[in-house]
Structures are given as C-alpha cells and as structure tokens.
C-alpha cells in the first residue's frame, strides 16, 4: 500500500509504514507510468532530477531504499526488478484505491486520502522486457510538484478516470468521469524562470545591467585555475570572458553600474591584495578604484549617481569600520553618518530605487534588514528574520527586495515586503544571490544544490606530505556533512539527509556496517554536534516542533534524548566541556549578535557563571585546558580559560580564520593542534597549521579539485587524521525570470 502524500508503504507483515523520500518517491511514480517497461537510469534522471548532474548513484539509492520499504530480496524481486546495462522496471501489479464519497469538511480534512495505490507482488518473473524508455529528446518542465501531479494525472485518466489526480480540490468519487487533460492546466505548471548557464562547474555572483539584456557573473574560464568575470545575454548565449587575473588572484563580486557603461568588480589575491577595480561592460582596460583586506573582502554597491561605491563593514588598519563611501572621482572615503554599534557588521548596503534609504544586512548569518535615510540617521530594523541571507537585492516598485535564504540545508528565494514585513517563498528549489534590473522587474540569480560525501583523510609523515585520502567514508547519495569524532577516537556522528531530512547519523569508525540514524531530532546545519569528554554523550541544536531552536542531550548507545532547559531564547551551538555539570551555550543576544554563556547544569533554573561577548564558533582544547574561539567582527583565534575570566581571554592568531571562514578550524583534543581549512585555486581543500608556534609550519594539500563544505570539519583526538565533508558535485548555474507585479496593499509607514 504506497501513500502518496505522506510518502509511506506499507508492505505485507510490516508492523508500520516505510517512508521514502520525495526523490525516491518520484522515481516509483516513474516506474508507475511506465508499468511493464524498462525504464533506463538516464531517463529516470531526466524525469526525476531535471536541470542537475548528479551522479548515478541517486538511482541506485532511490531503488535500494523502495526495495527496502517492499521487504524486498534483491536477488529474488517481486516489485522491482533490474535490467542489466538498461535500467528498472516495475513487476507489481497497480490498483488505484479511491474512497468512497464523504461530507466536504471530511473530505478537506484529509484530502490526500485517496492518493494511493496498491501493488501486488508478480508471482512469477515477467516475460521478456520490452524496448527501454529512452532519455527525452527534448527538455523536460518536470521535476515540480505541479509536474508530478501531471504525471499522476495521466496515469489516472489511463487507468479509467479512478481518481482525480489534483492536490488544489476534493477527491472525487469512483464512479466520476474524468474529463481530458486540460492543456492550460499543464502548462500551468512549468516553472517560471529559465536557466542561462550550462558551462561545466559553477557560475555565481550574476548581476544584470539596467535594462536586463546582459548579465554579468563570476565563473572559472576553460583552462584556467582561478575566477574571472564573465558577461553574456540573458539568453543562453556564449559568454565573454571580460577580466583577466593573473597569477593566484581571482575575481568576484561584480557589480553593473546604474547607466550600463561599467561594472565594478573585487580582485583578491589570498593573504596577499585585495584591490576593488573598475571596467568597462563592453571589455578594456582595468581601473583600480580602492584598497581592501585580503582577509576580509567587503561588500559594496554602486550609489544611485553612479559616482560612488557604497560599502558594508570593512575591516581596515583603524580595526572594523561602518558603513562608507567610496568617491570614484577623488578615490576619497566618505564615512555613512550613522552609529553602527558596538558588535554589528552591515553588510552588503544598498539604496532604494528613488534613492531615499540605505537598506542593509545587520548580523549575518542570524541576519536581518535595516534601514536608514540616504543622508544617514538612526538605524531601524525592517524584518525579524534571524536569517542566514543569501544574497538580495531592490525590486523596482521600492517596496519590496528579494533574497536568498538558507533553510535546513538547502537555499530558497523570498519576496520581503517591507511595508508588512511579510516574506513569501517563491517555491524555486536551491536559488540564491538575486540581482534585480533598475528598470524592469526581472531578476537573475543561482541555482546550485552542492552534494557533500564524508572523507577520511589519515595524514601520514607530514614532513614528506604523505596523504592518504578514504572516498568515500559512508557511500551515499545524500548530503553528509558536520562530522565530529568523539574523545575516544572510535565513534562519530554527522548530519545527513539521506533519510529525506536532515537527520543526525552514528557510526562506530571500526565498523562502517554500524552506521544508523538518531531519531527524535532534526539538527540544524550551521554547527556540529559536541561529545562529552567520556564520549558516551551527544549535545545538538535543532528547531523543535515550532521551529525555535534547542538543545537536546543524546545517548547513541541507547538512543535516548532529552531536551535541555536551557533559560536563552535562542541557542545556536551547545559545547560540553570537561566537567559533565557544565556547558557552553553560543545564543543570540538580539539583532543578531551573539554571546557565549557558560551554566552550571545542577542548578534549577540554570546558573550563568560567565559570558563572552561577540563569538562566532568555540571549541574546547582539552591538551590545554582552555576554550579557542572565532569572533563575529574580527579576523583571528582567541583562547580564554574554562572559566570564560576575563583577565584570560587574549588573541592567539591575527589572521586566521577569516571572516568567511570562521567555522573551518579544530584543535587536536589530546595533542592541542590546531588546524585551519583554507582554499586557493590550486588547492580547493588546503589543510594548513594555525596558532602553533612552538611548532613547524605545514601545510598539506588535501583535495586540488572538491570544495570543503563550508562549516566545519573534525579532527581525531591525536590529529593524526582528518574527516571533512568535500563536494561529489558542486555545479551552480544562473537562473532568469520576469517577476510578476504584486497587487499593491496601503499600509501606513516608511514607505508611503
């Protein structure tokens, strides 16, 4: 019995119902339509994974897991068989089930009821496979919700109109005919944007010019090591390399001037130059209009007159500045006229259409937009998101912004209404870093979903680089990442959404067929779990039913969870410490900055011993006895003692890690080395010694070609050995639409 809204099945005997994944169900309900054919595995990909590369792998995944659900013997199949060299085919005979004719309000009530089949098992092998399903000829506007509702449709009405396939009315009864497909409806659900980028590896960063006829964005060209600008139609047109860095520089963040004529564009060499640079839209010669730190790359938009650059927090020789101005006639720094406040970044500021505010990003990634007048003020905050912002930009009827969001792993597009507040998902999977043109309501932006594999990295006579690199640690065709190895060297946990959702996994490292998931929480994605120093417990964040964060307390060996009573509204990390009757908790302070808490658990309610304010990421150096910690503001490691003493907090490291990178380090707890995650463009995965000077410099070259994922990885206790999560695919191309026009509400405020 196959639920189709709930992605259930229940097998015969099954004491309760398998749930499957979206994905995996999508690929039953290709096997569906094509009942007593061969589907191949291209045109599974085609049908249930458009507009992506994933690897084969996906398949093979989504069918062990429906043989599973079937209580299935592979090597005896009964629902699902394998066709050697051509693909899948389902033997299961298909019922639709439909229910019987019940009042409105029920109906309403559980209207997904009737969206069932059952299959009965073949009991004798088919007879010899028919031709294969070929992989479409012609793209495909599937892969939506509303498409596979299409699908279903079309089934439905093949099988004698059983069932009306719609999740938008009531089911109706058995005996209802069902009228043709209406063609309208169909085309309905095509999705409302088109993809402009197709070059093998990952375009970002688009920017449009005002009328919306050129995008510019950042890619790597054919042959090339680092980035470079790249400008072509907004149809899928040749690109045209417009910027040439040399040497280990790369370019980023180009920004279209308000006429058309130049885009303005950040040059970086790591750890070496930073240079903000103008050129010409149509090609030419470079133009160095400013300095920044290498360390920490800024953010920066044109000013309304195209005469300047607007710019977010920066870190300069005088320590982290505000919001300034960048003349480009006289190259001269012009400070906004506003407090920013001890604590806060504002980032990635720009004006309204009619040049009357400054909206900017407080505080990410717990960020939120604010606003103040162009001439500078007071500060006042528009949203109360808590967000981790992906990128935004102006719509042009100045009352509303686009923005990408991080949500469970994975990014979606928002309509922010500023004169509500309100914020409407735009429902385009994976779309982030919107650019909007000035004079027509069309935007570009980027559509990427990386995947993420877990590796083992076991590093050998590190004086001779000597690597030895285990791909994959646990196969899969999920996202894993966040790892985090216990005390004892012998267990770890990681988060994974190779059940669906993002799930929290255990495995004993010493035998990989151990691996199971802990259930009873949805961790969040932004920072790893913590083990107790007697490796039997698991500490992790994650919403709870109403979706506001809290921690909870896990035992793998038994599966046991308990939620904490931790009195702050707002948990994002929890960090055991050595003495089990403490604990460390990194909570938002409000508008996004954040401060490290240390409580005595046997007190009810909890006791708060000390706080340090301003951190971005902890971890505990057991070798040592101290805490190392990130900062929201600034670049650099501190150490401060168990305690959090003031007196004993001080900077070990002035350079790393940087701003963007603030989660990528970890500290050997028995030996107390310190290691840092870096990237270059020969090296994607750059495995370097930190805040060590008692200690020879090393540096090792983990990965030349996958990307780290970019919150953290683990090392084992003796820091012998390294386990991170590094991209099996990383593609992201530039995704055009027109937006359509909102209907226009009067409320009274700002923007009247």
Known sequence: MVDIPLREIRAPGARRPRRITPKTMGVLLVLVDHADRVVSRDALLAEVWPDTLPTDDVVTQAITQLRKAFDEDRGNPRYIETIAKNGYRLLAQVEWLVRESAPREAESASAGDSDAFAATAAPTPAPAPLAPVPLPLQPQSRGTLGSVIGVIAAVIVLVGGLVWWSLARPPRSADAAAPAVDPTRVASTARPYRLITSMPGFELAPTLSPDAAMVAYVAVPDGQRGTAILVQTTDQTPPRQLTRPTGLAEDSAPAWSPDGRSIAFLRVEPGVDCQVLMIAANGGAEREIGQCDPRSPPTFEWTPDGRGLIFGSMLTAQGMVGMRVLDLASGEWRAVPYRSGTGNLDLSPRFSPDGRWIVFLRNNPQGDFWRLPAEGGTAERLSQLSADVRGWDWLPDNRSILFGRMIDGDTRMFRLDLETGQARDLGIESAQAPAVAASRPAAAFVQRKPYFGLFRVVLGDTSKG?????????????????????????????????????????????????????????????????????????????????????????????????????????????????????????????????RLNLFDRRRSPWKLLGAIEDVSEVRVDGARNRLLFARQTQTGLWQADLALTPASVRRIDDREPVAERYRLWDVATQTGELRYLDQQPTCLALLRRIASPDLPPSVLCLDQSRRSAINGFSLSPRGDTVYLSLAKWDGADIGYMDLPEEPKTFVPGWLN
């Open 466 to 594: 000597a690597v030895h690199v285990v791909d994959p640690l646990f196969p899969s065709s999920a996202r894993d990442m966040l790892p985090m190895v216990a005390p004892d060297g012998r267990q770890i946990v990681f988060f994974s959404d190779r059940s669906g959702s993002n799930h929290l996994w255990w495995a004993d490292l010493d035998q990989p067929d151990s691996l199971r998931m802990l259930p009873g929480v949805q961790p969040g994605t932004r920072y790893a779990s913590s083990w107790s120093a007697d490796s039997t417990r698991v500490t992790v964040v994650g919403p709870d039913s109403d979706g506001r964060n809290v921690i909870h307390e896990i035992v793998p060996a038994s599966g046991r969870v308990t939620r904490l009573a931790v009195p702050v509204t707002e948990p994002i990390q929890a960090v055991q410490l050595p003495d089990p009757d403490r604990l460390l908790v990194l909570a938002s302070v409000g508008d996004g900055r954040l």
